[in-house]
């Protein structure tokens, strides 16, 4: 079945990009939109915004100005770019799949990765 | 943004147990709406699609109900591994938006 698996640094500075990768295996890439979630340390889950197999992408507004999202469908993995992060962006971050997005919503998310921890800090 | 109040925010009950969490968003979402289990240290799973549909594999014991601006998950006979915290989540709008979470505690 389809599996997801998140990758990256586990610490970052503060200032600096946090970058992360999800591979996606079992399926295509193709046909599906692809989210990023986090849940900082205790707290609830935020929703990050969503990357379809063809480039195209949504993000929080809260985030917008910070994040970037691309798919590389030749390796079967899309990726996150966090810019200028801060200690509040240190959390478990989680890659899902959704079957259908539009500009307005994205459907329930069925499939995730088991998440990575990134801390910043100096 | 559309905001999902959960309650309660954390419950006691026993294996056997039936229980009932609520979902309220603050406007009308008709049926774009779910709810995940996740068991600590672990990612959240999907229970419930669309206000009532179970996900495939999922126990009939999980249900889901409601339309409109209130959502029930109703967990009937509790077994072990659902101690966990329970999210509720909207799709009728980006930025999609979840519930604060309900702690299923022993």
């Known amino acids: 079945q389809v599996q997801l698996q998140e990758s990256g640094p586990g610490l970052v500075k503060p200032s600096e990009t946090l970058s992360l990768i999800c591979t996606v295996s079992?399926?295509?890439?193709?046909?599906?939109?692809w989210s990023w979630i986090r849940q900082p340390p205790g707290k609830g889950l935020e929703w990050i915004g969503y990357?379809?197999?063809?480039?195209?992408?949504k993000y929080n507004p809260s985030l917008k100005s910070r994040v970037t999202m691309s798919v590389d469908t030749s390796k079967s993995q899309f990726s996150l770019k966090l810019s200028s992060v801060t200690a509040a962006d240190s959390a478990v971050y989680y890659c899902?799949?959704?079957?259908?997005?539009?500009?307005?919503?994205?459907?329930?998310?069925?499939?995730w990765g088991k998440g990575t921890t990134v801390t910043v800090s100096s | 943004d559309i905001q999902l109040t959960q309650f309660p925010s954390s419950l006691s009950a026993s294996v056997g147990d039936t229980v009932t969490i609520t979902c309220r968003a603050s406007?009308?979402?008709?049926?774009?709406f779910n709810w995940y289990r996740q068991k600590p240290g672990k990612a959240p799973e999907l229970l419930i699609y669309?206000?009532?549909s179970l996900q495939t594999g999922v126990p009939s014991r999980f249900d889901g109900s409601g339309s409109g601006t209130d959502f029930t998950l109703t967990i009937s006979n509790l077994q072990p591994e659902d101690f966990a915290t329970y999210y509720c989540?909207?799709?009728?709008?980006?930025?999609?938006?979840f519930g604060g979470g309900t702690k299923v505690e022993i």
């Open positions: 899902a799949r959704s079957r259908y997005c539009t500009s307005a919503t994205c459907s329930h998310m069925d499939v």
């Open positions: 079992g399926d295509s890439i193709t046909n599906y939109y």
């Open positions: 990357v379809y197999s063809s480039g195209g992408s």
């Open positions: 406007q009308s979402i008709s049926t774009y």
């Open positions: 669309a206000a009532s």
């Open positions: 989540q909207q799709s009728y709008s980006t930025p999609v938006t």
